[in-house]
């Protein structure tokens, strides 16, 4: 099980970035600069992720005009923030906090944890295929946390404890708030409950926590270039109070204000399959800050390691042919990190 995992990707070494901005030098080494950014930025008060209430999913009464809500904003959006969500704040106030104490250790502490030749877990960046190819401003710590067999023994339990304990609970709210979700949005979509389960079941749970150093010309790098996610659902957790997420919509690039312990969840790639593209995956980007450093939490939820997945039968009608192929959950994710990290591009490859 593990050695047929453990080959879905490689990512090359590179420069640590907290370490290059540490040198308060003003010139940005030509590596990460990507000065012809789209700089069209809409800050239209109507250009606000929706806002999803999971109480008033709940409650008899509210249920069917919040459900309404959620199935417009995965279908129009692809994004959302979703507040009472019922994760407790010590749970989510521990996880900020041992994910601030990890990046500020000493560098010679975090290469101990870094991703080994041949494999994306670690420290270290993502998607880097090549030595000639642009590299985003970030430091990474990526990991598999569930299904627990599946995590690499010399990474998080060999983390501190208290950082363990962390994303042990972290970890589990985190899968039952996505089997909640998932299992709202088979209802919003009249799809059969169990065919979302059958993907989904015993998913693969993955974390990747982001450090975005200052940067002396933000303009010029990217935090992370846009892209959309592979994953089913992609849960997002603001560590800190510095903004620089941005979701593409109509063709401008619209910053996403997160609220206090809200999360920001959006949609995959994955889902996009399974929905038959009826709920959106949508690029998005991260951007940098001049003064401080950005720092942020996304748990990646996926399907069953073992399984394959294709539009789900019930929304495939002769009115509504299916856009996807059937593949297996491996053979996707092998796909997916063999690239660079390019828009929606790799979702092409899949459509029929």
Known sequence: MGSKFKKLGSSLQVPDVQ?????KSNAIPPRYQRPNQDQIISSLPENRIPVIDMQKLMEKDSMDTELQKLHTACQEWGFFQLINHGVSFPTLEKMKLEIQEFFSLPIEEKKKFSQESGDLEGYGQAFVVSEEQKLDWADLFFAITLPIHLRKPHLIPKLPTKFRDAIDEYATEMKNLAVKILDLMAKALHMKAEE???????????????YYPPCPQPELVTGLYPHSDATGLTILLQVNEIEGLQVKKDGAWIPVVPFPNAFVINIGDILEIVTNGIYRSIEHRATVNLKKERLSIATFFNPNIDGDFGPAPSIVTPETPAKFKRISFVDYMKGYFSRELDGKSYLDTIRI
């Open 19 to 23: 370490e290059l901005a540490k040198e």
């Open 196 to 210: 979302m389960n059958t993907v989904f079941e015993e998913g693969m749970q993955s974390m990747r926590m982001n």
